[in-house]
Nanobody, 126 residues
Framework: QVQLVESGGGLVQAGGSLRLSCAAS????????MGWFRQAPGKEREFVAAVGLKRSGGSTNYADSVKGRFTISRDNAKNTVYVQMNSLKPEDTAIYYC?????????????????WGQGTQVTVSS
């Protein structure tokens, strides 16, 4: 089992920044690929970013809509994954979820992720 707890959401004006954190417990964090997804009201859940294993180079993967604005990173010593979100837009408003993938693959496919957090709300005002 993996427990994931997100934090850092909130209300921000367009153009602002937020950093989301996701603390993991229950399994060796360094063996997990980690992803961020989001779901806006009335929309399907969508991929945001993912990061692979540090010992394999820590490859990252981003949705086109956030590339250049969001940065995913991980701190294995703290069992935490982050997403730094800059230049936020109203269309970034959503509940943001982190997820853990057990085979080290920084994939966009949410079906590959076995564990999910409860989510944190991000609201960007125009």
């Amino acid at each position: 089992q993996v427990q994931l707890v997100e934090s850092g959401g909130g209300l921000v004006q367009a153009g602002g920044s937020l950093r989301l954190s996701c603390a993991a417990s229950g399994r060796t964090f360094s063996n997990l690929a980690m992803g961020w997804f989001r779901q806006a009201p009335g929309k399907e859940r969508e991929f945001v970013a993912a990061v692979g294993l540090k010992r394999s180079g820590g490859s990252t993967n981003y949705a086109d809509s956030v590339k250049g604005r969001f940065t995913i990173s991980r701190d294995n010593a703290k069992n935490t994954v982050y997403v730094q979100m800059n230049s936020l837009k109203p269309e970034d408003t959503a509940i943001y979820y982190c997820a853990a993938e057990l085979f080290g693959l920084a994939t966009r496919d949410d079906r590959r992720y076995s564990y999910w957090g409860q989510g944190t709300q991000v609201t960007v005002s125009s």
